[in-house]
């Protein structure tokens, strides 16, 4: 899996959009971009993933650049319950191992 | 999505004692089970991936005769820790892939706080 770079931490206020970039330039061009989070003392949850087109779900937009080197997550209306830590994985899809998480980026979204 | 549960959510032990964690796929089979373990204010780490009717693989490190996992069939994957000791306090995350669909993406339980006294 190709190796991704993320902020550390980031804030938000609530309501705003919280736009969280991840670095992917070693992404192959079978390789997918994947986002995940995870709440306190809970299990990962996935939130959306996208190889080369920008991608909506109910939970968040996903832009990747043309050249897929990088991407940003974007929650739209930020809330409270949004603070969680985002984990942007590269891999490919219908892989047979395990999902690889790295540090990820602490979102704090505050009131 | 799926849903893949976990029991206990969380346990107490002493120390010395074996405990058993149960992952469940609720409404898909998985093929696949993988266990992770996280410390605070650190990311997910591997342990170990099974599938269903053989061995489980290990990762660098974790050793297979103190986690015990047996994934026995579609829906159920157990991971038993033997002789937990406090350095063995985590939360132990499972997730579950589900086999033969065209995308077979990973599902994730609530985890299992473990902590030995």
């Known amino acids: 899996d190709a190796k991704t770079t993320q902020p550390p931490s980031m804030d938000c206020a609530e309501g705003r959009a919280a736009n969280l970039p991840c670095n992917h330039s070693?992404?192959?061009?079978?390789?997918?971009v994947y986002w995940y989070r995870q709440i306190h003392s809970q299990g990962p949850q996935y939130i959306i993933h996208g190889l080369k087109n920008n991608e909506t779900n109910e939970m968040a937009s996903l832009i990747i650049t043309e050249d897929r080197k990088s991407s940003t997550l974007i929650l739209p209306h930020a809330t409270l319950r949004d603070t969680a830590v985002y984990y942007c994985?590269?891999?490919?899809?219908?892989?047979?191992?395990?999902?690889?998480f790295g540090k990820g980026t602490s979102l704090l979204v505050t009131p | 999505g799926a849903v893949v549960s976990q029991h206990p959510s969380r346990v107490i032990c002493k120390s010395g004692t074996s405990v058993k964690i149960e992952c469940r796929s609720l409404d898909f089979q998985a093929t696949t089970m993988f266990w992770y373990r996280q410390f605070p204010k650190q990311s997910l780490m591997l342990m170990a991936t099974s599938n269903e009717g053989s061995k489980a693989t290990y990762e660098q490190g974790v050793e297979k005769d103190k986690f015990l996992i047996n994934h026995a069939s579609l829906t159920l994957s157990t991971l038993t820790v033997t002789s937990a000791h406090p350095e063995d306090s985590s939360f132990y995350i499972c997730s579950a892939r589900e086999g033969g669909g065209a995308y077979n993406e990973q599902f994730f339980g609530p985890g299992t706080r473990l902590t030995v006294l």
């Open positions: 070693t992404i192959s061009g079978n390789e997918y």
């Open positions: 994985i590269v891999r490919v899809r219908n892989s047979g191992y395990a999902l690889n």
